[in-house]
Each structure stands twice: as structure tokens, then as C-alpha cells.
């Protein structure tokens, strides 16, 4: 590596650098206290760095929003121009001649509602990282005089002019880069980019061709949702959808590179290639996009993100997505992130725009068991995530989803389940931990009743990796049960924090009571 430097560097903090050993769940320790795990555990056992060439700090693999942006500069730059740097070792490749360092940020101030509930009024591992990161880039950036931007789903948390100071940042892009890129990069070159500036891109054509492996296997295969969700910074972007031809190409990437299946990035997959105003499933297009995938060779296809009501209204679809991957044979499972976020109707019928169809809003709580029970049937692991504290949210309505929670718990659902905070992005209205009333706390405790005993049902499935020795899967199951033992404790002290000293069962065994809820899904519209 020459002194001098590479003229544009691209890195992401530490938590995002990390193939989280194959488990997207490890991911979510990021989001955890830092004070609760020593940071050489996080490093070494639950995520470590991505494989880096020690002598350049050049990383194999990146996000597939740096692939993006690394492909969008190639148009123009030369290949010995553009770096995708380990952020740990940015002395390596950042010198004289560097001209601008660009940041991929997913949560990087940890006010995210993830983060916010994993980690209320703690330091959290990704915000740590981050800042870890930055405080890195200002030292060298004193030295060298380059500028830096930041783009990535959690930009917003630094569009204000107080963090980017603090950071060391010269602009911050929310939203789309993709277009802008080239014409961003030669203009922060110039010192003529603005501070703040918010794009989408227009045209699908106008978007890059990953040119490199990925995280974990992961590729965009769409962008957008449409369900219209009034909490979403999703519905900001047009709905898009990545060719067959243009997925397999990006895939071949990263089964070259070694990984052995293909993740789906999508907002909602269930919508690829949809063409309706209805919202119900194009099956063909996504079985040929599933099909045409596991055509190169991968072991399975798996996807980030589906939607209950398109589960519910196609169960057939499901079933057959996981006869492709081969999961009624070898007994695989795959987890997928779904957003269930309320089920009282008034609630649903406020806040999440079209989320429900085909079906209507005051169907969602029965959408949403037959979704799950669709889904464990066919060997899929459902990873909800619910809201609680919305601002117009009254313990009545937070009742339906308490009753949600427990047909789960009589049905044993096999998924996990997150309850968030509800997060405003313009950081008004948002929830905290103190403000719960007795029935959100109450949500809260029985959500994390279902998921102990479903985490202790999957353990061997958590800790199964081919690089842990027997002793090494016996401390990580330890370390899983005393996390969850943690968790269950703080609520605990939660409890008798906020209503004068009584326990959790004290408080939830008031709202134990039944509705008559419809257990089976209604007909499609």
C-alpha cells in the first residue's frame, strides 16, 4: 500500500463489517448495552471483522449499499482509485492523497427503535462503534484534509449540523445515493457539496451493479413497499424491482466468493413483481425469481422482510417457495423479519395505510395468527416486531395485542417477537421506558415470556456453526440464557420502578383477560 493514500475510501463501522458468522440474530447484539458484553466477545465470538487483507486494509466483502456507491464511482474513477476499507484499519489506506472517505451508517447514534429498546439510556455497540470509528477519521482527517460524507438508512440521525460537527462530517445524503453519487463525489472533491441533501433515484436503471461480494450474501432484489405505513421512512421510496437476470448476475458474486446461499434485501418481498392494486402476490414472478436463483447452485434462498397479509392471502406460494429451497425434506429452517406493529383496529386503521390487503384493517389480528401458523407449517421462523407507545395509543387497544401474545403462547408459535418503542423521526413524540402504562408493560413482559421459551427451544439452532467447538457452544448457550435472564431482570426492576414497588405479575395478570377473536382467516377480497 502506498503511503500516500487511496483518493476515495469507503468503510462502515466495526458492527456493520461482519458476516455475524452466518446468523443475521447476531446482529442484534449490536443494538445491545455495551456495557453488557465485553467488546473482545462481541469482536471474536458473535461478530467478527469481515476478511481483510492485513497489509492494505482492503475488506472482501461489504455492504451492499457500499457496493453500490463503489460501482456508481467506477463509471468514472479508476478501479485503484475507490477502497472499501476495514474501519480499524484506516491509517493503512488513508493518506495525502486521499480526497474523500464515505460512510455507510445503519443506527450510528442508537436511535433506532431497536436500539432505543435494546439499550435505553445505555451506549450501545453500534453507536459505540461508530463512534469509535469517527473519532478515528477525525484524527487522520486534522492530518490529511479530506472531506467526509455519510449516507445509509440511519443518515437522518445525523442531518443536523451540532453531530455533524461532532463527527467530523462535511455532508450527509438521506435517502437514494445511487444517482448522485458520482456527481456528490466530484463535488465534495471541489469543496463544493452542500451539508444536507435528500434524494431518490428516479429510473432502476440508474442504479449500479454491485461489482463485489457482499454481507453475508445479501442483494437487493427491491426497493420501496407501498403499504403506505405512516412510521415507515420506507414509503419515502418508489416501489422497484431488480430483473432476474440483474439478481443472478450480483448472486454470482458472492457464490464465487464462497458463501453457500442467497439472501433477498427487500422492504417486501411478497410484492416483487406485483401487479395489482390489491396487493396480492405475483406468484410466478417470485417463484421464477425464486427458481432462478437456486438455479446457480446455492443451498437456499432466504429473504429479509415479508408481509403476514400476503403470507395469509397465498399460503400456497409459501408452501411452494419452501418445496425450491428443499426446507420439507431437510428440515431447514429460515427466519424472516414481519412487521405485525398493532392489531387494535383503530390503531391499524390510523397507522398502517394498506399494510392489510388484500384483506381489511379490521382483519389484521386474524391475518396476522394465520400468517404465523402459514408460516411455521411450511418451516419458516417468524421474527415480529410490534410498537408499543404509539401517541394516540389507549390501554384498550394495547389489550388486542396482549391477547395476540397469548394465542401465541397457546398455539406455540415458533417465532420471536420485538417489542419496540415507538420512534418519531422528528424526535418529539417518541416513547420512552418511563412512560409505560401498566398494559404496555404488560405487552412487554408477556412478548419476552413467548420469546425465553422459544430462545430456549432454538438454542442449538443459534449456536450452530461450523467454527464453534463443543466447549465454545456450551458458553455461547450459557451466555444466551444469562442474556435473556438479564433482560426479564431489568423488566422486573422496571416494574417496580414505575408502579410503586408491585412485581410483573402483580400487573399483568389484570389484563389476562379474553377477547373473541377469529381464529381463522377471512375470505380474500
Known sequence: MAAAGKRIVLTADRSLMTNYRGNFLYGFIACGPY??????????????????????????VAQCGLR???????????????????????????????????????????MAPVTTTMSPEKLSYIAMKFKKMCASIIQLKKKYNFKVVVGGNGAWELAKTDRMEIHGI???????????ALDLFHDLENGEAPELLHTFVRNIENIPMIQGPTINSLIEAMRGCGRGCDFCDVNKRSKKDMPLERLQAEASFNLRYGFDSIWLQSDEMLLYGCDN????????????????????????????????????????????????????????????????????????KKHLGVKTKPFQTDEWGAVVREGCKIMNQNHWFPALTLIIGWPDETPDETQYTIDLIDDFKETKMRGLIAPLLYQDFSERNSMHFGNLNEAQFTLFWRCWEHNIWVINDIIPIIIRNK????????????????????????????????????????????????RSVTASVPAKL
Not at 456495557?35 to 472482501?60: A, H, N, R, Y
Not at 464511482?73 to 478501479?79: A, H, I, T, V
Not at 462535511?170 to 448522485?180: F, P
Not at 458458553?475 to 410483573?504: D, H
Request: hydrophobic share 40%; charged share 25%.
Open 277 to 348: 392494486k390489491e396487493f396480492v402476490p405475483n406468484s410466478d414472478a417470485i417463484l421464477d425469481l425464486w427458481k432462478g436463483l437456486k438455479s446457480l447452485g446455492a443451498n437456499f434462498v432466504g429473504t429479509t422482510h415479508m408481509t403476514l397479509s400476503a403470507v395469509a392471502s397465498s399460503p400456497d406460494l409459501i408452501r411452494k417457495i419452501s418445496e425450491v429451497n428443499g426446507m420439507d425434506k431437510n428440515g431447514r429452517w429460515l427466519a424472516t423479519n414481519l412487521g405485525v406493529e398493532t392489531v387494535a383496529p383503530s390503531l391499524v
Open 467 to 514: 467454527s464453534y467447538g463443543p466447549v465454545m457452544k456450551l458458553f455461547m448457550a450459557g451466555l444466551i440464557r444469562a442474556g435473556t435472564w438479564a433482560i426479564m431482570r431489568y423488566f422486573r426492576g422496571l416494574s417496580k420502578e414505575l408502579f410503586n414497588g408491585r412485581l410483573p405479575e402483580d400487573i399483568v395478570d389484570h389484563y389476562s383477560r379474553r
Open 35 to 60: 456495557e453488557l458484553i465485553p467488546e473482545i466477545v462481541f469482536d471474536k465470538l458473535f461478530c467478527p471483522s469481515v476478511e481483510t487483507d492485513k497489509s492494505t486494509g482492503e475488506v472482501k
Open 68 to 110: 453500490r456507491i463503489e460501482s456508481a464511482l467506477l463509471r468514472e474513477y479508476d478501479r485503484s482509485d475507490v477502497f472499501l476499507a476495514n474501519p480499524e484499519m484506516l491509517d493503512k489506506c488513508i493518506g495525502p492523497e486521499t480526497r474523500v472517505v464515505g460512510l455507510n451508517v445503519m443506527d450510528p447514534l442508537g
Open 170 to 180: 462535511d455532508t450527509v445524503v438521506v435517502g437514494e445515493a445511487d444517482e448522485l
